[in-house]
């Protein structure tokens, strides 16, 4: 690793966060979106949805939560995009800069924007009557979660970031992640749903990620669903990461 890696990253990440200060309406539309769902499940479906829980909310928003991260994520892919082929790729390469930190800047700034994102959706969620009792350690937990869950869909999004041809093209990857929580505990309990369907819901990431998450907030025995998820979000970052940089490498060649 380049030994000025750190310093760069940083002024390159400065550069990343002075655009999102510049266009705040890339997080506002991202949270729009995530906020929409909630308002309509819990004021429209919720009456309905039987969870075995008194507060739809509390149930409803871990998944709110991955569909607000998912939906954030395209706009990594849509950045990346710009910069290769606005040229800025090509005057990084020609500068003493190490070159992993132009990737890093820009997955360091969706960890940024996505964590405000979070935020908002959270505050509108406690305004929308959710409550959970979990103390220091259960939110450091939930937040940890997230942190890694964003990191690996972000490296996710750093592949069609710098391989698709049209802007487009840069973010329609995260259509299928948004839809994935619905095929997942995070609307309504899996036992619920036709046999096929149920098998899927039960064994793809964004179900044990909710579990975990939902049984933090409600204080209860956590079980094997947390190593689960963590699994899934490592083995994710892991193959991304590696994906990504080889990726990188090419197009920079």
């Not at 709110?64 to 954030?72: E, H």
């Not at 890093?104 to 959710?130: D, E, K, P």
């Not at 579990?211 to 998820?229: E, H, K, S």
Request: aromatic letters at 12%; glycine letters at 8%; charged letters at 10%.
């Amino acid at each position: 690793m380049n030994k000025h890696f750190v310093g760069d990253t940083a002024v390159l990440l400065g550069r990343s966060l002075r655009h999102i200060a510049r266009s705040p309406d890339t997080i506002i539309t991202t949270a729009i979106m995530p906020i929409a769902f909630m308002l309509l499940f819990v004021y429209v479906f919720g009456g309905a949805i039987e969870t075995g829980t008194d507060s739809y909310v509390n149930y409803l928003l871990p998944g709110i939560l991955i569909i607000t991260i998912a939906s954030g994520i395209s706009y990594t892919a849509f950045r990346l995009f710009l910069d290769m082929k606005g040229g800025i790729f090509e005057r990084f390469q020609s500068m003493p800069i190490a070159r992993s930190s132009v990737l890093w800047a820009h997955v360091l700034t969706s960890l940024v924007a996505n964590l405000i994102s979070l935020v908002v959706v959270v505050g509108v969620a406690l305004i929308m009557g959710f409550r959970t009792g979990t103390g220091v350690l259960g939110w450091l937990a939930v937040a940890g979660i997230l942190v890694l869950f964003t990191l690996a869909l972000t490296w996710i999004a750093v592949i069609p970031g710098l391989t698709a041809k049209t802007l487009d093209g840069a973010s329609a990857f995260s259509y299928p992640l948004i839809f994935l929580p619905f095929v997942s505990s995070a609307f309504v309990p899996t036992q619920s749903m036709p046999g096929p369907v149920r098998a899927f819901a039960e064994h793809q990431p964004v179900t044990s990620i909710v579990n975990a998450i939902r049984d933090l907030f409600t204080q209860q025995p956590v079980g094997t669903d947390i190593w689960i998820a963590l699994a899934w979000c490592a083995g994710i970052l892991v193959l991304a990461y590696l994906f990504a940089n080889l990726t990188y490498r090419r197009k920079i060649s």
